[in-house]
């Protein structure tokens, strides 16, 4: 009881009472408009913290949020794209490929194409010999990234023989030189209705079959049937 009364009598002689010092044993506790000083440990601006004085620690938070919100932003983009890659990796996975199909993606915004697995290209062209004694371009393809190559050539003249070669070039597409290559050295010469193979298992840039009067302005027709693994 007495207790209770000494802080009731405490709490009524201080009321209203303004403390600049407070003294506590042998420190010293100085509260003023800005900030509160214990024996040189500051506590700064706990009335105005709009002041001057409260600038350097107003710029390093707001540089600390900036920091802060670059990093989230990042990590935000991130998020986006996984989940983007997971969005369309589940569209694949609902429109599976049929037999000997695989489903790939042309990019990041695209829906996924349904594709043959293994990629390859077959044709026939056909034409003639010339006529004039020189070589001509009978097939010019881009084989780029090709895991095999294989053509007939076939004489389809009724009368004229012709030869016929392989060049290449090994690199350069546009610019290279075309070269006889080892898989298929020199020319042939193909009667009426006889057949020449060329096969080849090494990637070049580009290749092309090339055909020729067996004897000057007797050109002879021909058909070539070729096949290009990817």
């Not at 007495?2 to 009731?8: D, Q, V």
């Not at 044993?25 to 500051?42: L, P, R």
């Not at 707001?62 to 932003?73: N, P, R």
């Not at 890659?85 to 609902?94: E, G, K, P, S």
Request: glycine fraction near 8%; hydrophobic fraction near 35%.
């Amino acid at each position: 009881m007495l207790k209770k009364l000494k802080s009731k009598f405490v709490s009524w002689l201080l009321r209203g009472v303004h403390i600049d010092v407070l003294h506590i044993g042998e420190h010293s506790v100085v509260v003023s408009g800005t900030g509160i000083n214990m024996d040189a440990q500051k506590i700064e601006n706990v009335a105005e913290p709009d002041s001057d004085d409260d600038v350097p620690r107003r710029d390093t938070i707001d540089s600390k949020i900036a920091t802060h919100a670059g990093v989230e932003s990042a990590h935000h983009a991130k998020t986006t794209l996984f989940s983007t890659l997971i969005d369309r990796w589940d569209l694949a996975q609902a429109h599976r490929g049929a037999d000997g199909k695989i489903m790939v993606f042309k990019g990041p915004a695209a829906d996924p194409v349904e594709e043959d697995m293994v990629k390859y290209t077959e044709a026939s062209v056909s034409g003639n010999s010339g006529g004039d004694g020189a070589w001509h371009d009978a097939l010019d393809v881009d084989t780029r990234g090709m895991k095999s190559f294989s053509a007939v050539v076939k004489n389809t003249d009724g009368a004229n023989s012709l030869n016929w070669r392989l060049r290449a070039r090994p690199s350069n597409y546009s610019a290279g030189a075309d070269e006889e290559i080892p898989e298929c050295p020199g020319s042939e010469t193909l009667g009426v209705g006889e057949k020449g193979l060329a096969e080849l298992l090494k990637a070049y840039s580009r290749i092309k079959i090339q055909v020729q009067d067996t004897v000057a302005a007797s050109a002879a027709t021909y058909t070539i049937d070729y096949l290009i693994n990817y």
